[in-house]
């Protein structure tokens, strides 16, 4: 009867821990609904906004700026932008979201008005600069053609 339980478990075992590695990288990974497509050059096509690209730029490669197809601004590779600040702002991130600022890990919401009255400084707002981006990744734009 033991050996039959264990048969029986072993397998569900498995299967819970694979569903869970799974909505764990999901999490970490979200399906990227606007994918950089060509470059963001401010005033020139169809490019909206006016985001400072080399500012993006020289806190390191991962923040490289491009566009999606309908011009909006988006890292060029939004996993490996999340992965650098989450790298490179870390005690900022804490701090951001000790303050209400930032709420948890997914940089879709930055509380820009939190940040300024904790004093965060400079790498809070540009940590605020960067959820402005980033969601650009994952939000739909459809709403904005009604």
Known sequence: MKKRNTIIMLPVLILIAVLVAVATYIHNNPIIKNPYVQEYLPGTGNIIGNVDVEEFESHGEAYAIGAD????????????????????????????????????????????????????????????GFCDIYENSYEDFSYENE
């Open 69 to 128: 197809k309908d011009g909006h601004a988006v890292f060029k590779n939004p996993h490996a932008a999340r992965k650098a600040l989450l790298r490179d702002y870390k005690d900022t991130i804490k701090e951001c979201q000790k303050s209400g600022a930032l709420k948890g890990t997914n940089f879709r919401f930055f509380n820009t008005d939190a940040a300024a009255a904790a004093n965060l400084g400079s790498d809070a707002f540009f940590i605020d």
